[in-house]
């Protein structure tokens, strides 16, 4: 099993800032992708960022320019970093890892539990 968990949620006024962090931990063998989801009241979830093992990393349109996915694989950590925050980024955040737990074993998406952003004044 794989354990993705989720910290730097918070209340932040609009044009704030906020870093999320997402440590996986586990039988983790290889982590072939690491993604960011956000889930606002009444509404379905949806894609924020993703950090591939290798190649650029992905945004959605309403993110693009204003936050910034990386990651550090020797800690098996993944950051967003929330900058411009706008009232509609007000979501709970979901870190989402597809991870391979062994050799020659097929990659699973494993989901953290979520950390809250408020962005309000």
């Known amino acids: 099993q794989v354990q993705l968990v989720e910290s730097g949620g918070g209340l932040v006024q609009p044009g704030g800032s906020l870093r999320l962090s997402c440590a996986a931990s586990?039988?983790?063998?290889?982590?072939?992708?690491m993604r960011w989801y956000r889930q606002a009241p009444g509404k379905e979830r949806e894609f924020v960022a993703a950090?591939?093992?290798?190649?650029?990393?992905a945004y959605a349109d309403s993110v693009k320019g204003r936050f910034t996915i990386s990651r550090d694989n020797a800690k098996n950590t993944m950051y967003l970093q929330m900058s411009s925050l706008k009232p509609e980024d007000t979501a709970v955040y979901y870190c989402?890892?597809?991870?391979?737990?062994?050799?020659?074993?097929?990659?699973?998406?494993?989901w953290g539990q979520g950390t809250q952003v408020t962005v309000s004044s």
């Open positions: 989402n890892s597809l991870t391979s737990p062994g050799r020659g074993v097929l990659p699973t998406d494993y």
């Open positions: 586990g039988s983790i063998f290889s982590i072939y992708v």
């Open positions: 950090a591939p093992s290798s190649g650029s990393p």
